[in-house]
DNA sequence: CCTTGCGCCTCACGCGGCGTGAGGTCCGTA
DNA sequence: TACGGACCTCACGCCGCGTGAGGCGCAAGG
């Protein structure tokens, strides 16, 4: 009966944690060695058994406390606490999911800018960011989504295109109204038109969507323009000009 | 010039953060309001917008040493930065993923008990858990990977299909052997041959996947025997039977 | 004037799961 | 017996605040 004993360092060195870890385990009372006379630690195999089922529940995301329920109280529900964890471990993906997308629409507007041959400067990462939050808060969840899916079914090369197409037109559009031709004038009922139809493109048609996107870009009027790479007073302009002309169109 | 300031209540309630929080900013330097005679804070518009940026930045995931660079160091790299926590959150995801697949494995072994009428007590749990994490040491991911993707294109009914017919395929074997049946006779070559097919939906007939099924199995046989519902003494002796099978069959 | 009540202030500990020293003791081998 | 390595026990650090405790400031009502 040659009994199994390891010391502190052996046994930390077979199950792979750290010395400093079992030592927690001792003062959280998970797992308990006995000493030898002179204070060290001694793990027999009911110790190995009890640490393999530590590391196997840890490896599951069960917190200490949780690993010790199991282990010890009588009445622990396995089922329960592995549906339970599974559903923590959602919550917790779409947490990440939601700040992946976040990342991801930042890194898109970045590539943009990047292409487009705007310097990217501390300042306007940081406006970036703000507008992208601010859209946020002004959107539902599922606008958001929706949103997201049209950018889909659109595909890459015909966003960009329509990226490409938007300061263009919002320099044609400027030149009629520096110009100071009526709203009314086809030129620019043309050019609205077509303004019209690009936002349309990405609302899908979503009256709501529109509407949103309307009180987004009245709230953050500062971001709004950056995004789009205009002066704030200049963009309020424009949009007053545009939609004199819708509203000529109308009567 | 009707200069806007904030007292800490109301800053926080309108940034949606706590007071703490506000107050924990200002301790690690990121924020920092001005004072009034009693040593109130007063927050203006530079705190503000600045408060703004913070939040939008811990919003993508940021942490505060993190959102201090972005905000105060002069070299701050914007697309970098963006890239770096993009990575770190495919890292985090990837974590995720390998515990959600533990949990759902072991989800699915335990509805697989609870179909058969065995009781789940915490030890079979831990029997369980620890038989799966044993699995994960002895293969590698690639051969784990594998493992999943045949499952899947087995498909679930069919999975349950085996998993019904291995506890009738042991006990007809183990009746064999208890009745002296010699291995070479055709009813147990039958008998095994079934159970070399079962064994190969799962291995696709991968010849590194069978064999670390068989190290797997050895140096884990008390949790081998647990997940099979079997006693490891009786486990012992059937693989032991059923290999004698094979060589008769082999020369 | 004083009281009432809310909001503000400053410590300071707590959480989870250990990492990382600092300073001292024990063990096995040459 | 001397040495190096493994062991021991504190005890602080991390991250982002939450959560009191104990004490002022300020505006309105009595």
Redesign the interface.
């Known amino acids: 009966m040659s009994e199994i004993s390891f010391r502190v360092g052996e046994l930390a060195a077979r199950a792979g944690v750290t010395v400093r870890a079992l030592h927690h385990y001792e003062a959280v009372g998970l797992l308990r060695p006995s000493r030898t006379d002179a204070g060290h630690r001694r793990y027999g195999a009911a110790e190995v058994e009890r640490l393999?089922?530590i590391?196997?529940?840890r490896?599951?995301?069960l917190s200490l406390e949780q690993v010790r329920d199991?282990?010890d109280a009588?009445d622990?529900d396995?089922?329960g606490t592995?549906?339970r964890?599974?559903a923590a471990?959602d919550a917790?993906?779409a947490r990440?999911g939601a700040?992946?997308d976040?990342?991801?629409g930042?890194?898109r507007l970045?590539r943009q800018r990047?292409r487009s041959g705007a310097p990217?400067t501390?300042d306007?990462?940081?406006a970036l960011?703000?507008a992208?939050?601010a859209i946020?808060t002004h959107y539902t969840p599922e606008q958001l989504q929706r949103l997201a899916d049209r950018r889909e079914a659109l595909g890459d090369d015909a966003i960009r295109a329509v990226e490409a197409e938007w300061p263009r037109l919002f320099e044609a559009v400027g030149a009629e109204m520096d110009a100071g031709t009526d709203p009314a004038d086809p030129a620019v009922q043309k050019l609205v038109d077509r303004w019209d139809e690009l936002v349309g493109m990405f609302t899908g048609g979503d009256p709501g969507l529109r509407q949103s996107l309307g009180t987004a870009v009245e709230a953050d009027r500062a971001g709004t323009s950056q995004l789009m790479g205009l002066d704030p007073d200049r963009m309020r302009a424009l949009f007053a000009y545009a939609q004199r002309a819708r509203d000529a169109r109308a009567a």
């Open positions: 393999q089922q590391t196997s529940l490896a599951l995301g199991a282990l009588p622990f396995p089922a592995v549906e964890q599974r471990l917790e993906a990440l700040l992946a976040r990342l991801d930042l890194g970045l990047a990217i501390p306007t990462f940081l960011t703000h992208m939050t946020e």
